[in-house]
């Protein structure tokens, strides 16, 4: 973390878990846990239908909103789909795009990824853009390239202005939801790739504001090492963010 220069995130991706009462159960069970927290920004991002009650429950505290996905096309003949207005008109802040299970399981290829990641910030929500090797692409030793090439199309048409608002996520794949963490300096040389890609883009002056998070399977025992780190700035939490007491503990470590 460097709080110089950029904020400290860590977002709880819950993924699709918890139904509207639920949200609202959980939001109320963590808000007296994270009062103490102003070095650290909370995220929650939730099922589309679990919005409305997150944003009731997070109100007045230091709770942020984000979706997990979007549709990249303004309206029409989509359905089941949301678009990046209907998101940004409720109040959300973030959204994710880009992450592992949806390019796994929905096809979201890095051009879709591309397109996601230009209509949310056309309507000025912030992207959480998820990018991460393989278990196999790590073994080939081809994760550098693999990231950098996710890098290059996700930004494709991203000016340094939009590039200040998105937060780039890390999270290698066979570490999510496996219990295996990348070690510190694993996370360390990934994160800094990625900040060398946005400084070579965008300019040093983009590159020291731009958070990038760590994501997989991080726990209260395993954040503090890892946010030691000068280039992991917060984390994307899947696992230990449906708990409230466990998402509290790694908000803690952040805040240190
Ligand atoms: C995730 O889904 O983004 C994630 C990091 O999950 P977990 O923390 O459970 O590994």
Known sequence: MNRA?????????????????????????LRPLIQRTKWCETVVCVPFVDLPNALKASRGCRISVGAQNLHFEPSGAFTGEVSAEMLSSLGIKYVIIGHSERRQYFGDTNEIVNKKVLAASAAGLRPILCVGESLTEREYDVTREVITTQLKM????????????????????WAIGTGKTATADQAQEICNLIRAFVRAKYGARVARAVSILYGGSMKGSNAAELLSKPDVDGGLIGG????????????HAANQ
């Open 5 to 29: 220069y950029r904020k400290t995130i860590i977002a709880g991706n819950w993924k699709m878990n918890k139904t509207p009462a639920e949200t609202r159960a959980l939001i109320n069970e």
């Open 154 to 173: 996700a930004l494709q048409g991203i000016d340094a202005a939009a590039m200040k608002k998105i937060v780039i996520a890390y999270e290698p794949i």
């Open 240 to 251: 230990a963010s449906l708990k409230a007491e466990d998402f509290a503990e790694i908000v």
